[in-house]
């Protein structure tokens, strides 16, 4: 099991804060993982239209699209940051 969890406006648009779940066969990496959650729902859909500005971070370290996800026990997605 892993702990997906949700910020900002990725939060709004899935419904939810976070949740469990059970990772699939062949997702092996980020991008899987976006790719697949998109396959969950319109809501995912929604949230995930244009994963490659989805921001992703495994066990709180920031992470590539082309990383693995392992044996992370925590991913958590969001928008781009802006700073000021």
Known sequence: MVKLIYFS???????????????PDGVATVRDLLGWLRT?????????????????????EHANHEDTVGTAKEIALFPPMTGG
């Open 40 to 60: 969950r729902g319109q809501n995912y859909q929604h949230a995930l239209e244009f994963p490659e500005i989805i921001r992703v971070a495994l066990d709180q």
């Open 9 to 23: 406006w990725v939060r709004e648009r899935v419904g939810f804060n976070e949740e469990e779940i059970e990772l």
